[in-house]
């Protein structure tokens, strides 16, 4: 005998249909059993398991300003929509080519996590020794797409004439 959730036992009641609710709950049955099986059921709000994604690499192109929004296109999505409009917060990025970032969604919006970064070598310190001028270097993350910046020594030789 069932039981109920108290733990006692279960009185078993007849169920009883009327012709036209059975005839509807009968062609509902001949529906999914005819149908997909596979197809998941009818869900309202989020369908158990199921996840948003809530990370994104994508592409964007030209300079993307603090606190601006840009619109940025999904990497291996071709179907439309393949869009979105995120915001910068963080990152002053100057005008460019083409390049990749990623991507993270808050509630409905999406935001810049961080732009494609470049490798560049930046002078930290510099000795004249006597037969030139050293720089020392470290390698740090830009986010130019090349060499923002060049400077050089030019270096002339004088000779002394002897007394």
Request: glycine share 6%.
């Amino acid at each position: 005998m069932a039981q109920k959730p108290d733990g006692k036992a279960a009185r078993t009641e007849r169920v009883t249909f009327t012709r036209p609710a059975a005839e509807r709950i009968a062609k509902v049955v001949r529906a999914v059993e005819g149908g997909d099986r596979d197809t998941p059921g009818i869900y309202f709000g989020s369908a158990p398991g199921s996840q948003q994604k809530t990370f994104r690499v994508c592409t964007f192109t030209g300079a993307w300003s603090i606190n601006a929004s840009k619109t940025v296109t999904f990497k291996n999505q071709t179907t439309t929509p393949n869009t979105v409009s995120a915001s910068n917060l963080f990152w002053p990025i100057p005008e460019g080519p083409q390049r990749d970032c990623a991507i993270a969604k808050e509630g409905t919006a999406w935001y810049l996590l961080v732009p494609q970064l470049y490798a560049a070598n930046a002078a930290t310190a510099a000795t004249l020794t006597t037969a030139s001028l050293e720089f020392k270097t470290l390698p740090v993350v830009a986010l130019a797409t090349s060499s923002t910046a060049v400077f050089s020594v030019s270096v002339t030789t004088c000779s002394t004439a002897a007394s």
